[in-house]
T-cell receptor, first 114, second 109 residues
Framework: DAGVTQSPTHLIKTRGQHVTLRCSPI?????VSWYQQVLGQGPQFIFQ???????GRGNFPDRFSARQFPNYSSELNVNALLLGDSALYLC?????????????FGSGTRLTVV | KQEVTQIPAALSVPEGENLVLNCSFT??????LQWFRQDPGKGLTSLLL?????REQTSGRLNASLDKSSGRSTLYIAASQPGDSATYLCAAQRNQFYFGTGTSLTVIP
């Protein structure tokens, strides 16, 4: 079975541009979460989606948005990129939300803003 | 707000040593405590998950314990190998994961 798939693996953008990151969950998983990991830090929670609805949002500016599609894949969008948005963006999927469900992380998208 | 701290930030040991990584968290109202491994520039690999009702979990040379009341977890690695060199992250899970900043482990051959 395929794991959590993220695309692209790497990309370089210029300040002020917009970026879209994509995540395909494990087959049968209906929940997707996004995390940002800045170099040298632990991942920080951005969003969680379940059954196409937002179930949680971290402390990130409105430049960050996300959505989940009927096939449970997800996109993370970041507008007006800043140098500080350079990070590894991780997607995690699970069957559902809550305590009894394990999460599997993808390999991430490395975003560099220049 | 949940805060997770990991000590030490970095650790270097000779091959074959047993070692302990420490994790503390401020809010004991968690669902699970999970340990991950991260290789440089890579994603997260789950090592062990301890549910809030459990005290410990074991997988091969790894053993993780959880004391929810004191807000502490430890990851014990037995007979360390150079291939264990990586960053180890602990995460306290409620509705989201709260991660520590990790312990960077180097095992010297």
């Amino acid at each position: 079975d395929a794991g959590v798939t993220q695309s692209p693996t790497h990309l370089i953008k210029t300040r002020g541009q917009h970026v879209t990151l994509r995540c395909s969950p494990i087959s049968g998983h209906k929940s997707v979460s996004w995390y940002q990991q800045v170099l040298g830090q632990g991942p920080q929670f951005i969003f969680q989606y379940y059954e196409k609805e937002e179930r949680g949002r971290g402390n990130f500016p409105d430049r960050f948005s996300a959505r989940q599609f009927p096939n449970y894949s997800s996109e993370l969008n970041v507008n007006a990129l800043l140098l500080g948005d350079s990070a590894l963006y991780l997607c995690a999927s699970s069957l559902a939300t809550g305590a009894n469900y394990g999460y599997t992380f993808g390999s991430g998208t490395r975003l560099t803003v220049v | 707000k949940q805060e997770v701290t990991q000590i030490p930030a970095a650790l270097s040991v000779p091959e074959g040593e047993n070692l302990v990584l420490n994790c503390s968290f401020t809010d004991s109202a968690i669902y699970n405590l999970q340990w991950f491994r991260q290789d440089p520039g890579k994603g997260l690999t789950s090592l062990l998950l301890i549910q809030s009702s459990q005290r410990e979990q074991t997988s091969g040379r790894l053993n993780a314990s959880l004391d929810k009341s004191s807000g502490r977890s430890t990851l014990y690695i037995a007979a360390s190998q150079p291939g264990d060199s990586a960053t180890y992250l602990c995460a306290a899970q409620r509705n989201q994961f709260y991660f520590g900043t990790g312990t960077s482990l180097t095992v010297i051959p």
